[in-house]
């Protein structure tokens, strides 16, 4: 009775084992591919799942954006140089069914899928636009990937060209090339820069002598605005007061004595000089006339002479002829 009741215990222990084997945890970034006596049966969510032991297993999928590296590899260009090219490939499970039972190594695959289409990819370029072109490359490359992979139940997201490395010698030509272009730049900048000064320079003088003329221009009208006014008014003041002298001597009524007189001052005042020879225009008549009566006047303010009669002095002076307005 002990024996049997021992041998239902190892039973039950054991069958408790076996079914707590067939419990199988799926990742939220898993699939579940499950068999049954090795037959694709049905593909399961993330969670826990339980299948029979030794009848049906679980195959988990990584769903998960995946990455491969392409190892270095030497292509040759178009116009024949070997340089050394590696890449990087991402990848995206879509169909975990095609992922695990189209392909027996995925990895391997893309990996020599992608090395043969580098080297035709860049063999179709020159080394100048392997260079520059890696956009392009990617893109071909991506695009070639994506269609060859669609039946291993993956999508090709993207594919990178890590570097791109030509020979040393051809490097160290690139680089001479490189700096002679840029001395080159560096040469013509300078130049233009040179050149651009210089024309500014010119034009700067150019405006400044204008500026200067300009200035002296305006200098000299307004001088000669001044000038000319001055002597416009002078030559108005000058008018103004030869017009009120004249109207002065006409109110006054002058006789020709007073007239004389002021001559004489006035002759005074012209032979006060270091002049040897004086010229001017004279009336000798009037003048004769004046001073022969300014004569008469004075032998009649003489106290010692005789009085002459007035008719005398008058008719003397009706001898001078009458001044002339």
């Known amino acids: 009775m002990d024996a049997l009741v021992f041998l239902l215990f190892i039973v039950a222990v054991a069958a408790i084992l076996v079914a707590a084997a067939g419990f199988r945890v799926v990742r939220p970034f898993e699939k579940g591919l499950i068999e049954f006596l090795g037959r694709y049966e049905k593909t399961v969510d993330s969670g826990l799942r339980w299948v029979i032991p030794f009848v049906k297993r679980i195959i988990k999928v990584d769903m998960r954006e995946q990455v491969v590296d392409v190892p270095p590899q030497e292509v040759i260009t178009k116009d024949n140089v070997a340089v050394t090219v590696d890449a990087v490939i991402y990848y995206e499970p879509t169909d975990p069914v095609k992922l695990k039972y189209n392909v027996g190594s995925f990895i391997l695959a893309v990996t020599k899928l992608a090395q043969t289409n580098l080297r035709n990819v860049i063999g179709d370029l020159d080394l100048d636009a392997a260079l520059t072109s890696r956009e392009v490359i990617n893109a071909k490359l991506r695009q070639i990937l994506d269609d060859a992979t669609d039946k291993w139940g993956t999508r090709v997201v993207r594919v990178e060209i890590q570097r791109i490395e030509p020979p040393a010698d051809v490097t160290e030509a690139m680089h001479r090339q490189m700096k002679a272009e840029r001395d080159r730049r560096a040469a013509v900048t300078e130049a233009e820069g040179e050149k651009r000064a210089a024309i500014l320079r010119s034009e700067g003088i150019k405006e400044s002598q204008v500026l200067e003329a300009e200035g002296q221009a305006e200098a000299i009208k307004r001088v000669a ?6 002597k416009e008014t002078v030559a108005e003041g000058e008018g103004r007061a030869i017009e009120r002298v004249f109207a002065a ?34 009336d000798t008549s009037g003048v004769l006339g004046s001073v022969a009566a300014i004569g008469e006047m004075w032998k009649d303010m003489d106290p010692g002479t005789e009085r002459r009669p007035t008719a005398s002095r008058t008719t003397s002076s009706s001898s001078t002829p009458p001044a002339q307005n």
């Open 225 to 230: 605005d001044a000038d000319r006014y001055q």
């Open 249 to 282: 001597i006409h109110n006054g009524d002058p006789t020709p004595d007073l007239i004389a007189i002021r001559y004489l001052e006035t002759l005074g005042l012209v032979a006060d000089g270091q002049a040897t020879k004086i010229f001017l225009p004279l």
